[in-house]
Nanobody, 130 residues
Framework: QVQLVESGGGWVQTGGSLTLSCAIS????????????VAWFRQALGKEREFVSA????????YYGDSVKERFIISRDSAKNTVQLQMNRLKPDDTAIYYC???????????????????WGQGTQVTVSS
């Protein structure tokens, strides 16, 4: 059973930083094959789920949503099977529940679509106060 567990959410003032972590377990097979990708999405109250960032496990190629580019950094730790999202210069608009998700066999043009991901974590709340 594949499980993704997010941690690191919390409350921060505008301009502050937080680092989220996604711990992945239960995956059989090689993480370095089949375009294995881990992504972060977020969903604010009353809004659609929004793509934040993604990383290809094998190549470490990264992708970012326009609203977080230049502020957020995604990385992965193969020894711990975790993916981190370092969030800097946070704004009130970043307030949301943040979810990590993973997928295999996902092509680049589909990376930003949340329906293309197979397994999801339970989410972690991030609140940025003004």
């Amino acid at each position: 059973q594949v499980q993704l567990v997010e941690s690191g959410g919390g409350w921060v003032q505008t301009g502050g930083s937080l680092t989220l972590s996604c711990a992945i377990s239960g995956r059989t097979g090689n993480y370095y094959t089949n375009h294995y990708t881990v992504a972060w999405f977020r969903q604010a109250l009353g809004k659609e789920r929004e793509f934040v960032s993604a990383i290809r496990w094998s190549s470490r190629t990264t992708y970012y949503g326009d609203s977080v580019k230049e502020r957020f950094i995604i990385s992965r730790d193969s020894a711990k099977n975790t993916v981190q999202l370092q969030m800097n210069r946070l704004k009130p608009d970043d307030t949301a529940i943040y979810y990590c998700a993973d997928a295999t066999g996902i092509i680049t043009s589909s990376i930003r679509g949340h329906r293309n991901y197979h397994y999801w974590g339970q989410g972690t709340q991030v609140t940025v106060s003004s």
